[in-house]
C-alpha cells in the first residue's frame, strides 16, 4: 500500500461547483497534515494546513480523520483560477511525504 | 530569508552526460527531499536526506543515480550516463526537523532535457 494515496483525477467541473478530495495515508502514526497546489509547470506551494477539528480558509475547507486515516479538502464556489493540482502531504517522524496529487480543472 | 534554491533552472545534456543539481535548502532546515516530474505526471518520491545522511533511497534508480547532502554546502543530485527517459523536472523541497509540524518548501525545480 502506498504510503499517500490520492486519486489522480482529473476532476473536471464547471464555474461555482463544490469540489471534494480525498487522500488516504498509512503510517497512523502520521504527526501533521497538508494540502498543498501545484500550477502547471510551478512549484507545489502550500495552500493550507489540516487540523483534527477541521479548518476552513475562505473557499476551501480541509478535515481530518484519524480513525479512517484519510483527509479531504472541500473547495465552495469553484473559480476557473482554481485550476491546478492538488497535493496531499503527510508529516511522520521522520519524514514528510506527498501524494501525486489530483488534478481539478474548473470550465467555464 | 531566501527560500529553497535550485541551480541550475534549466539543463541541457546530451545522451551520456552527466548532470548534477544542486539544491541548497532554507536557512536552518537539515531536511531535504528530490523529487522527479515527468510531463503531465505526479511528483515522484526519488530520495530524503539529512546533513551528511541518505535517511530514505526507496525512489532513486538502482544505477545512474546518486545525492548527498555534505556537511558544507547545498544538496546534490547526480545524474551520470544520461539517457533522453531521464529529462524531467527535478524538484527539491526542505524542511526543519519533523517534530513541530512545519510544512516543507519547494525550489523552483530544475528542468533536464536530454537531448
Known amino acids: 500500500r502506498k504510503e499517500v494515496e490520492q486519486d489522480p483525477g482529473p476532476f473536471n467541473v464547471p464555474e461555482g461547483a463544490t469540489v471534494a478530495f480525498n487522500c488516504t495515508y498509512s503510517?497512523?502514526?502520521?504527526?501533521?497534515f497538508f494540502w498543498y497546489r501545484q500550477d502547471c509547470r510551478k512549484e507545489p506551494k502550500l495552500l493550507m494546513s489540516?487540523?483534527?477539528s477541521g479548518n476552513e480558509d475562505g473557499r476551501f475547507t480541509a478535515q481530518l480523520n484519524r480513525a479512517s486515516q484519510y483527509i479531504s479538502l472541500l473547495i465552495r464556489d469553484s473559480k476557473l483560477s482554481d485550476s491546478a493540482t492538488y497535493l496531499c502531504?503527510?508529516?511522520?517522524?521522520?519524514?514528510?511525504?506527498f501524494g501525486t496529487g489530483t488534478k481539478l480543472q474548473v470550465i467555464p | 530569508n531566501a527560500g529553497v534554491m535550485q541551480n541550475p533552472r534549466h539543463l541541457v545534456r546530451r545522451r551520456g552526460q552527466e548532470a548534477r543539481l544542486r539544491c541548497s535548502p532554507m536557512?536552518?532546515?537539515?531536511?531535504v527531499y528530490w523529487y522527479r516530474q515527468l510531463p503531465e505526471e505526479g511528483l515522484k518520491f526519488m530520495v530524503y536526506?539529512?546533513?551528511?545522511?541518505?535517511?530514505?533511497e526507496s525512489g532513486m534508480p538502482k544505477e545512474r543515480f546518486s545525492a548527498e547532502f555534505p556537511k558544507e554546502g547545498p544538496s546534490i543530485l547526480r545524474i551520470q550516463q544520461v539517457v533522453r527517459g531521464d529529462s524531467a523536472a527535478y524538484f527539491c523541497?526542505?524542511?526543519?526537523?519533523?517534530?513541530?509540524?512545519?510544512?516543507?518548501?519547494f525550489g523552483q525545480g530544475t528542468r533536464l532535457t536530454v537531448v
Open positions: 536526506l539529512q546533513k551528511e545522511n541518505i535517511i530514505d
Open positions: 489540516v487540523y483534527s
Open positions: 536557512k536552518g532546515h537539515s531536511h
Open positions: 502531504v503527510v508529516r511522520g517522524y521522520q519524514k514528510v511525504t
Open positions: 523541497a526542505s524542511s526543519p526537523q519533523p517534530q513541530g509540524g512545519a510544512e516543507a518548501f
Open positions: 503510517n497512523s502514526a502520521s504527526q501533521s
